[in-house]
């Protein structure tokens, strides 16, 4: 009787050792690791090893190898189609001493110099649970989900038979295996305290061709008055836009733009830009990175500069909603991630108030912020005198806002558009 070695995963159902005198040792980072830790230890010539997930009643526990297959490592594999494969498979029976002279100058223990593998058509392996995410918090699925070894998470606008028919290896370090050009599908290890999928070390990718679900658009309009022109001109191009108008109240503007979309995530679009022809609104959130927000470039004409201020931006619809009780910029008050492509051409100077207002805004957000390098460049050119119509209105707004912090004035009365409109009528009349 050979010598048999179970390696005992957590977090999965264990299937009693078949064989008498099993030594049961603790899954360490690979099953290469967990040989080498163990291999003085063997006594026969040949050694059965395989993982506590795997039921053995199918499998025929007395085979011996062919004298011409006597140094090769023997490993059987899944070919159900409910089971999950791979050739890199979880029951194995190794010969000694040739795994002993080959273990020195072995990386991964598929380099072994002679692996038979074996298919079966019914070699049971513990199913891996299957579990939708929404996009807008994939975290809240993986964390209220069992703790299983590893989990199956998908988008919830994909069908389930999208869902590849494979198993995990564990020949190597445990990895996070994704699918797809936007990662709606992946087989995830159990890690604990996961912030974001990029926490996890090692992630392996594959190509699968599937529909992705494009984001809402929602054109979000105060006073502005180009908004009927552009919104008209928007939805021309792009029919799936919608618009929430008048509503008073940045953070209530926003959150009734995310009641308007029926996706996850929705991009915001201002009355007072122009949206370049490149920009085609096919941009997907990270599914592997935490939820947030995402902003892209626009390019100032007044004081020529190009950062996210006024761009549009690809909202989290939940992050929205939560945002109860913001900082001075709405959007920074949740995490945020930059996307440098050129989304419009920025229209501020249509009025001399919103010339003003725009620039008494930012200039009061950017003078609040820890200077950088950036903040202070952006500043400036705000402070300059630009080109355009109203362009004086642009500085005006940019040198009040300066002298309002001066004044030790409380920076929050610039979210409120109605005092800010006041405010302008008594210092411009």
Same mark, same amino acid.
């Given at each position: 009787?050979f010598d048999s070695?179970?390696?005992?995963?957590?977090?999965? #159902?264990?299937?009693?050792s078949?064989?008498a005198?099993t030594?049961?040792v603790p899954?360490v980072?690979?099953y290469l690791?967990?040989l080498k830790?163990?291999i003085?230890?063997?006594?026969?010539?040949?050694f059965w090893?395989?993982?506590?997930?795997?039921?053995?009643?199918?499998m025929?526990?007395d085979?011996?190898p062919?004298q011409h297959?006597?140094n090769?490592?023997h490993?059987w594999?899944?070919? &159900?189609?409910?089971? =999950?494969?791979n #050739?890199?498979?979880?029951v %194995?029976?190794?010969?000694?001493e040739?795994?002993k @002279?080959?273990?020195g100058?072995?990386?991964?223990?598929r380099d072994?110099q002679?692996?038979?593998?074996?298919?079966h058509?019914n070699l049971f392996?513990?199913?891996i /649970? @299957?579990?939708?995410?929404?996009?807008k918090?994939?975290?809240? /699925?993986? &964390?209220?989900?069992?703790?299983?070894y590893?989990?199956?998470?998908?988008?919830?606008d994909?069908?389930?038979?999208?869902?590849?028919?494979f198993f $995990?290896s564990y020949?190597e370090?445990v990895?996070?295996?994704?699918?797809?050009?936007?990662?709606?599908?992946?087989?995830?290890?159990h890690?604990?305290?996961?912030k974001?999928?990029?926490?996890?070390d090692r992630?392996? &990718?594959? +190509?699968l061709?599937?529909?992705?679900k494009?984001?809402d658009?929602?054109?979000?309009?105060?006073?502005e008055?180009?908004a009927?022109?552009?919104?008209?001109?928007l939805? @021309?191009r792009? $029919?799936r836009a919608?618009?929430?108008?008048?509503?008073?109240?940045?953070?209530l503007?926003? *959150?009734?733009?995310?009641? *308007?979309s029926?996706?996850?995530?929705?991009?915001?679009v201002? !009355?007072?830009?122009?949206?370049?022809?490149? %920009?085609?609104f096919?941009?997907?959130?990270?599914?592997?990175?935490h !939820?947030?927000h995402?902003i892209?470039?626009c390019?100032?004409?007044v004081?020529d500069?190009?950062?996210?201020?006024?761009?549009?931006?690809?909202?989290n #619809?939940?992050?929205?909603?939560?945002?109860?009780?913001p900082?001075?910029?709405?959007t920074?008050?949740?995490?945020v991630?930059?996307?440098n492509?050129?989304s419009a051409?920025?229209?501020l100077?249509e009025?001399?108030l919103?010339?003003?207002?725009?620039?008494?805004?930012?200039?009061? @957000?950017?003078?609040?912020?820890?200077?950088t390098?950036e903040?202070?460049?952006?500043l400036?050119?705000?402070l300059a005198m =630009?080109?355009?119509k109203?362009?004086?209105?642009?500085?005006k707004?940019?040198? +009040?806002g300066v002298?309002?912090?001066?004044?030790?004035?409380?920076?929050? *009365?610039?979210?409120d558009?109605?005092?800010i409109k006041?405010?302008?009528?008594?210092?411009h009349?």
């Open positions: 009787m070695v179970q390696v005992r995963f957590k977090n999965t #159902k264990h299937w009693p078949p064989f005198n030594r049961e899954f980072e690979s690791t967990v830790s163990l003085e230890d063997i006594n026969t010539e040949y090893f395989f993982a506590n997930f795997m039921d053995l009643k199918t025929d526990l085979y011996i062919e297959q006597k090769q490592i490993v594999y899944n070919t &159900h189609p409910l089971g =999950g494969i #050739k890199e498979g979880n %194995f029976l190794i010969p000694t040739a795994f @002279k080959q273990i100058s072995l990386k991964y223990l072994f002679d692996i038979n593998y074996h298919a058509d392996q513990n199913l /649970a @299957k579990t939708t995410f929404k996009l918090d994939p975290y809240l /699925a993986y &964390h209220n989900s069992e703790p299983y590893y989990k199956w998470l998908f988008n919830k994909l069908d389930l038979k999208n869902i590849p028919n $995990p020949w370090d990895k996070l295996y994704t699918w797809g050009k936007t990662n709606d599908i992946m087989l995830v290890p890690k604990e305290n996961l974001q999928f990029y926490d996890i992630i392996v &990718h594959f +190509d061709d599937y529909e992705v494009p984001m658009i929602v054109f979000i309009s105060y006073d008055p180009g009927e022109a552009r919104y008209n001109k939805k @021309k792009f $029919p919608k618009w929430s108008r008048g509503v008073i109240g940045q953070t503007a926003y *959150m009734a733009g995310a009641l *308007m029926e996706t996850d995530y929705f991009f915001a201002f !009355p007072k830009i122009d949206i370049v022809d490149d %920009f085609q096919d941009f997907q959130p990270d599914r592997l990175k !939820p947030c995402y892209f470039n390019y100032n004409k004081i500069c190009t950062y996210g201020h006024d761009g549009v931006i690809l909202y #619809k939940k992050l929205v909603m939560e945002t109860t009780k900082g001075l910029d709405f920074l008050s949740q995490p991630q930059t996307v492509v050129l051409i920025n229209t100077d009025t001399p919103l010339a003003w207002r725009t620039a008494f805004r930012e200039v009061i @957000k950017l003078k609040l912020q820890k200077p390098v903040s202070n460049y952006r400036k050119k705000w =630009g080109k355009g109203n362009a004086e209105w642009v500085n707004g940019a040198l +009040d002298e309002f912090l001066a004044q030790g004035k409380d920076p929050y *009365m610039s979210y558009f109605i005092w006041k405010y302008f009528e008594e210092r009349g």
